[in-house]
């Protein structure tokens, strides 16, 4: 079984902090991703990554840099914590295979972030 | 305007009964659709994906795709009370990323 895992289930932190949020996978997949999800916003992107060291910007990654140094592990972070980065914040991989239509992304279970 | 457009419920259905799930999109570029089921407190898990325009079934699940209308479908035979979460629907763009729907939550009542 693909097994995404995320390093807090739960985080409280204040605004100005610093936050990390880590995202391990055991399927040797080369794309990695990092979602926030609101209510009635769906998931929406914020960084991906498809090779070591190598990271693309999503839809919304203002606010959060990455950083993936290992290909299983691939980080986010919130370089100063505000109360509108207060979300669901979902980690995903897929692999890259050749004549494939759709790689499916398995994801982790999710962090809930509050920013006080 | 958002690429994709779903109503985020919540839709309350008895046990037994169909649930029909839609989506629509703006992008006519989209050529994957795929349905992600999420339980409380889990990630997404894929549950269908079909490729342009057409059905697909897979036991009680059917997915439709009417690419001339932008919309997808998702119906839910013989629904269960197992079958209550989250259902998102999500498109691929030109890009290769994933766009999203808002989710529509499901309660099935025994």
């Known amino acids: 079984d693909v097994k995404v895992t995320q390093s807090s289930r739960y985080l409280v932190k204040r605004t100005g902090e610093k936050v990390f949020l880590e995202c391990v996978q055991d399927?040797?997949?080369?794309?990695m991703f990092w979602y926030r999800q609101d209510p009635g916003l769906g998931l929406r992107l914020i960084y991906f990554?498809?090779?070591?060291?190598?990271?693309e910007k999503g839809d919304i990654p203002e606010g959060y840099s990455v950083s993936r140094e290992k290909k299983e592990r691939f980080s986010l972070i919130l370089e100063s914590a505000s109360t509108n980065q207060t979300s669901m914040y979902l980690c995903a991989s897929s692999s890259t295979l050749a004549g494939k239509g759709y790689n499916e992304q398995f994801f982790g279970p999710g962090t809930r972030l509050t920013v006080l | 305007q958002k690429e994709v457009e779903q109503d985020p419920g919540p839709l309350s259905v008895p046990e037994g009964a169909i649930v029909s799930l839609n989506c629509t999109y703006s992008?006519?570029?989209?050529?994957?659709f795929m349905w992600y089921r999420q339980y409380s407190r889990k990630g997404p898990e894929l549950l269908m994906y079909t490729y342009s325009s057409g059905n697909k079934e897979d036991g009680r699940f059917t997915a439709q795709v009417d690419k001339s209308s932008k919309y997808i479908s998702l119906f839910i035979r013989d629904s269960q009370p197992s079958d209550s979460a989250t259902y998102l629907c999500?498109?691929?763009?030109?890009?290769?990323?994933?766009?999203f729907g808002a989710g529509t939550q499901v309660v099935v009542t025994p």
């Open positions: 999500a498109m691929i763009d030109s890009w290769g990323k994933l766009q």
């Open positions: 399927m040797d997949h080369e794309n």
């Open positions: 990554s498809y090779d070591v060291k190598m990271k």
């Open positions: 992008n006519s570029a989209f050529q994957y």
